[in-house]
């Protein structure tokens, strides 16, 4: 392919080639198949987003994908990060906590079952902190709050999140203090709003240690 101010265009060798009826077939069956892959994969978004439900995506792709003005790496984010401009509020949430982690940022989230989730705030927060104002403020600000789950940081794809979709605040907000830290935070109970397909709920709340022994 060639590239200049009007776009893309095919090479003089790459034209004569695809005079060659078995190499255009090939060419074409190559085309067809990322189509269909993609039709597959990415065709059907969810809702008004640019997310495709249970696929998987980066921190970087997700801010992109939300429209955020700045990508903001995982660090940052610490969890869960709101955006004025596009009212949203992506929570991010490694299910499995590394046992080595320090007991000030092991949360213990946790499924109640496939549709409702419970999850602990960022320390040092209570019911009076912004981001917990601004959950027991909606439906009536409009903020879209989406889930990302992981099962770990160490697992396959460890840099990527599946989208799990929109979840919204039940109005249960729990102060507690954090096991083993003695940090104040709240619990925070979500209902989603699809129920997580199954097989992802089976491998996120699996015990992996315990498969690993009876194997």
């Avoid at 997310?51 to 939300?66: D, W």
């Avoid at 955020?68 to 949203?88: C, H, R, S």
Wanted: with cysteine; hydrophobic share 35%.
């Amino acid at each position: 392919m060639a590239v200049d101010k009007d776009g893309y265009s095919l090479t003089g060798a790459f034209a004569r080639a695809l005079g060659d009826k078995e190499f255009r077939r090939q060419v074409l069956e190559v085309v067809e198949f990322g189509l269909s892959r993609h039709r597959a994969s990415y065709g059907e978004i969810y809702k008004d987003t640019s997310f495709v439900l249970f696929a998987k995506y980066t921190y970087e792709e997700v801010c992109r994908l939300l429209e955020w003005d700045k990508n903001v790496n995982g660090q940052n984010i610490g969890g869960y990060k709101y955006d004025k401009k596009t009212n949203t509020y992506p929570v991010f949430i490694n299910y499995d906590k590394d046992p080595e982690i320090s007991d000030s940022i092991k949360y213990e989230d946790g499924f109640l079952s496939d549709r409702e989730l419970v999850a602990i705030s960022k320390q040092l927060r209570d019911l009076n902190s912004p981001e917990i104002q601004r959950l027991m403020s909606w439906p009536g600000n409009g903020m879209k709050t989406y889930l990302f789950m992981r099962k770990n940081k160490n697992d396959e794809g460890s840099k990527e999140f599946y989208f799990l979709g929109e979840m919204y605040p039940t109005g249960e907000f729990n102060p507690i203090v954090m096991a083993g830290a003695n940090k104040r935070a709240v619990e925070i109970t979500y209902r989603l709003d699809c129920p997580v397909r199954h097989d992802i709920y089976e491998f996120m709340t699996s015990d992996l240690n315990e498969d690993e022994a009876a194997g």
